[in-house]
Nanobody
Framework: QVQLVESGGGVMQAGGSLRLSCAAS????????MGWFRQFRGKEREFVAG????????YYSDSVKGRFIISRDNAKNTVYLQMNNLKPEDTSAYYC????????????????WGQGTQVTVSS
């Protein structure tokens, strides 16, 4: 059974940092591109960051480039999102997802999803 479990969310002041984790099980993690998404209330799910399975290539949305860092540890079946210089507009539920496609960005290209973890940034 495929499972993605996010953790690490919480409340942080603007300018602070948080690290999200996503533990995967039930599939061969090392051959899946992993992504982080966020979903603001009433909006569609938005791509944040991705890391390809074949060469570890990372890619980001313009809104987080230079502030967030995605990484993965295949030995631990875990993907991380280091979030630095947080802004109030980063407040959202954050989800990790898995895709067999390299450099996937569209939510429809990801086949498995976690339940999400809430990040709240106060000004």
């Amino acid at each position: 059974q495929v499972q993605l479990v996010e953790s690490g969310g919480g409340v942080m002041q603007a300018g602070g940092s948080l690290r999200l984790s996503c533990a995967a099980s039930g599939f061969t993690f090392s051959v899946y591109t992993m992504g982080w998404f966020r979903q603001f209330r009433g909006k569609e799910r938005e791509f944040v960051a991705g890391i390809s399975w074949n060469d570890g290539n990372t890619y980001y949305s313009d809104s987080v480039k230079g502030r967030f860092i995605i990484s993965r540890d295949n030995a631990k079946n875990t993907v991380y999102l280091q979030m630095n210089n947080l802004k109030p507009e980063d407040t959202s539920a954050y989800y990790c997802a898995a895709s067999r496609l390299l450099t996937a960005r569209a939510p429809s290209l990801f086949e498995s999803w976690g339940q999400g973890t809430q990040v709240t940034v106060s000004s």
